[in-house]
């Protein structure tokens, strides 16, 4: 698997050198629309976690003592414009590695990149298949111009418009976006991080799901609202197909602003998921020694919001601020085991030490659980990500720092710390300190 993750990287190597001054040169010509774009990605994440404190474990504790874990994916980003604002996507992607202790042990988990890893073998499949189709509302206004990029074709568009997308995809695609932490690939690498964690968005186990979403784009903000399949078991790989009772939606507004000369972006998100879920309480009724959530499944829902905002404080200065709560009632069914979470960092480019390609970053999360959750786990029950068999309650605390380096075009190694305060949200346990490197090639 080591060997196939060099051999990709090297591709990339060559691929991304030769196609990076073409796309510096486009975007200083402010290309004109094309019916085409082609993009790539590699990434390849090691990670390890130093010995702590572990005077017990269960079925999905954080292992104290375990070597290296590696993931890779490597991705092509293929889209086609048949004709004016109706726009083709397909991304064929492979994925192996493992996480550490089988993904497991922390709601925060560190590599962002596990969750498209379900083999350690590694196997190719369609990640993405969707169509976009956009209406100029006024075609008299002035125009928002793109730049060739992953799932983005080189045009322009009306500040005015409808926007539908409908097929395979990532919720993330569309909701909870980020400037400064939102991609495993090349920022923060937690999940708390990556994406709002209290938001248990619908998913398979590698991180896409089947749907569709509408957005209204205007100069200045936009509204987006969608609806997605849910997987039929927990974190499964298949969804459930009676979408009357199973599946996930979303609702966001989304505001521009400038702080004088700086821009920022603000979202807000309400969700509701409907799926085939246990819930807490049930199940200690049941049985209080080991509660099994999985015997109290039925149709029930989940809801909560998500609040996202990015501020640029210079030039090459960036803050952001996320926070998140669900009802936490039900369990966890497609990302990870948090009810409620602040997250809050910073994001540096290396331009002041003549780096302008290089980054660094800072950010600090506390994730929680819900009253019922926390009973759940005290009585010795288990999530898919949590569980150690007992409980002594605290909130799970987060801070991510990392540099980002650019050895040369298209090519970035990253080394990445994380210090994980109360890891399961188990006083008993940690703290744990991790190592990672990641490499990432793109084009």
């Given at each position: 698997?080591?060997?196939?993750?060099?051999?990709?990287?090297?591709?990339?190597?060559?691929?991304?050198?030769?196609?990076?001054?073409?796309?510096?040169?486009?975007?200083?010509?402010?290309?004109?629309?094309?019916?085409?774009?082609?993009?790539?990605?590699?990434?390849?994440?090691?990670?390890?976690?130093?010995?702590?404190?572990?005077?017990?474990?269960?079925?999905?504790?954080?292992?104290?003592?375990?070597?290296?874990?590696?993931?890779?994916?490597?991705?092509?980003?293929?889209?086609?414009?048949?004709?004016?604002?109706?726009?083709?996507?397909?991304?064929?992607?492979?994925?192996?590695?493992?996480?550490?202790?089988?993904?497991?042990?922390?709601?925060?988990?560190?590599?962002?990149?596990?969750?498209?890893?379900?083999?350690?073998?590694?196997?190719?499949?369609?990640?993405?298949?969707?169509?976009?189709?956009?209406?100029?509302?006024?075609?008299?206004?002035?125009?928002?111009?793109?730049?060739?990029d992953k799932n983005q074709i080189a045009g322009s568009r009306s500040t005015s418009a409808l926007r539908f997308t409908v097929g395979k995809l990532?919720?993330?695609?569309?909701?909870?976006?980020?400037?400064?932490s939102h991609d495993a690939r090349t920022q923060f690498m937690n999940w708390s991080l990556m994406a709002n964690g209290a938001w248990d968005y619908?998913?398979?186990?590698?991180?896409?799901?089947?749907?569709?979403?509408?957005?209204?784009?205007?100069?200045?903000?936009?509204?987006?609202?969608?609806?997605?399949?849910?997987?039929?078991?927990?974190?499964?790989?298949?969804?459930?197909?009676?979408?009357?009772?199973?599946?996930?939606?979303?609702?966001?507004?989304?505001?521009?602003?400038?702080?004088?000369?700086?821009?920022?972006?603000?979202?807000?998100?309400?969700?509701?998921?409907?799926?085939?879920?246990?819930?807490?309480?049930?199940?200690?009724?049941?049985?209080?020694?080991?509660?099994?959530?999985?015997?109290?499944?039925?149709?029930?829902?989940?809801?909560?919001?998500?609040?996202?905002?990015?501020?640029?404080?210079?030039?090459?200065?960036?803050?952001?601020?996320?926070?998140?709560?669900?009802?936490?009632?039900?369990?966890?069914?497609?990302?990870?085991?948090?009810?409620?979470?602040?997250?809050?960092?910073?994001?540096?480019?290396?331009?002041?030490?003549?780096?302008?390609?290089?980054?660094?970053?800072?950010?600090?999360?506390?994730?929680?659980?819900?009253?019922?959750?926390?009973?759940?786990?005290?009585?010795?029950?288990?999530?898919?990500?949590?569980?150690?068999?007992?409980?002594?309650?605290?909130?799970?605390?987060?801070?991510?720092?990392?540099?980002?380096?650019?050895?040369?075009?298209?090519?970035?190694?990253?080394?990445?710390?994380?210090?994980?305060?109360?890891?399961?949200?188990?006083?008993?346990?940690?703290?744990?300190?991790?190592?990672?490197?990641?490499?990432?090639?793109?084009?």
């Open positions: 698997m080591k060997r196939i993750g060099l051999n990709i990287l090297a591709a990339m190597v060559t691929l991304g050198g030769d196609q990076q001054v073409h796309g510096e040169a486009a975007m200083e010509q402010h290309a004109p629309d094309s019916d085409w774009s082609l993009h790539g990605q590699a990434t390849t994440i090691s990670q390890r976690v130093f010995g702590f404190r572990s005077p017990y474990e269960g079925l999905n504790s954080l292992s104290p003592s375990e070597p290296f874990r590696s993931t890779v994916t490597a991705t092509v980003f293929l889209g086609y414009k048949p004709f004016y604002g109706t726009e083709l996507y397909v991304n064929p992607e492979m994925s192996g590695g493992k996480g550490l202790s089988g993904t497991t042990g922390a709601g925060g988990f560190p590599n962002g990149e596990a969750t498209r890893v379900g083999n350690a073998e590694i196997s190719p499949y369609i990640a993405r298949l969707f169509l976009r189709q956009t209406f100029d509302l006024d075609r008299a206004t002035e125009k928002v111009t793109v730049e060739s990532s919720t993330g695609d569309l909701f909870d976006n980020n400037s400064f619908p998913a398979d186990t590698r991180g896409y799901t089947w749907g569709g979403a509408v957005e209204w784009l205007n100069k200045g903000w936009a509204l987006r609202a969608g609806a997605f399949a849910m997987p039929k078991e927990a974190n499964g790989s298949h969804f459930d197909h009676k979408l009357g009772q199973a599946s996930g939606s979303a609702v966001e507004f989304e505001r521009s602003f400038r702080l004088g000369e700086h821009p920022g972006v603000a979202r807000f998100e309400v969700f509701l998921n409907f799926a085939h879920m246990g819930t807490y309480k049930d199940s200690i009724s049941l049985n209080q020694s080991a509660p099994d959530i999985e015997a109290t499944r039925r149709y029930t829902s989940k809801y909560g919001f998500a609040v996202n905002a990015e501020q640029e404080i210079c030039h090459d200065l960036g803050a952001f601020v996320r926070a998140g709560w669900n009802d936490g009632k039900t369990e966890t069914w497609a990302f990870t085991e948090i009810d409620e979470t602040f997250s809050a960092g910073l994001s540096l480019k290396g331009g002041r030490w003549e780096r302008p390609n290089d980054v660094l970053g800072l950010a600090g999360v506390i994730n929680g659980l819900s009253p019922d959750h926390r009973d759940y786990l005290a009585h010795g029950g288990y999530g898919f990500i949590v569980g150690d068999g007992q409980l002594s309650y605290g909130t799970e605390k987060i801070i991510e720092t990392y540099y980002s380096c650019r050895v040369i075009s298209g090519v970035f190694v990253t080394a990445d710390y994380q210090f994980i305060h109360n890891p399961g949200y188990n006083r008993d346990r940690g703290p744990a300190s991790l190592a990672t490197i990641r490499v990432h090639g793109e084009f």
